[in-house]
């Protein structure tokens, strides 16, 4: 029986699209430029023994968050089948849910809720209800890294419409909850000669 979504953009991300995507996005390129930016991020956090990604997909940034951190349990938050499968094929993930974020309820909490390139296809109106979810699951530090544009904008995604929006996420995410604040934050630009992000802003927070 299929899977019934709250939205269309989750649908979209569960289905074919999804699966073509955990295809088209694994590299070594990829995981070099995860290792630079995320040796910055935990440059500036204290020890941490715990991690949640949330749409972590074939686990692109965990495979560099592992050689990061050896010792750190590692979790996942995955809407998108195949990509779990992948997942849980790497095995080095503590706990994986395959679910949606929009339905993810777990008392567990983690020194480290991650959430990149993935609030830029959530529907607008459930915003409120991710940067919740991301509060709640956090120990101490949320780093939320996505295309950044000061007001909001939706713009066409690989020639889909309402699958792409811009925003200061991080901005709503400290508004939305006060015992955050804004620890570092830095932009990865595209053309970087050795190691390359698409144009992604990232905020790390701390309570």
Known sequence: MKKTFQTEQETFWAGEFG??????NQSASLIAGNLALFSRIFSRCQSLSSLVEFGANIGMNLRAIRSLLPEVELAAVEINEQATTKLRE??????????SILEFDSENRWDFALIKGVLIHIHPDKLPLIYATLAQASNRY???AEYYNPTPVAVEYRGHTDRMFKRDFAGE?????????LV???FCYRGDPQFSQDDITWFLLEK
């Open 19 to 24: 699966d073509q995507y955990a295809v088209r």
């Open 184 to 186: 570092d934050y830095g």
């Open 173 to 181: 995410f400290l508004k939305a909850n006060p015992q955050f604040h």
């Open 90 to 99: 790497w095995g080095e993930c503590h706990a994986i849910f395959q679910q």
């Open 142 to 144: 949320v780093c939320i």
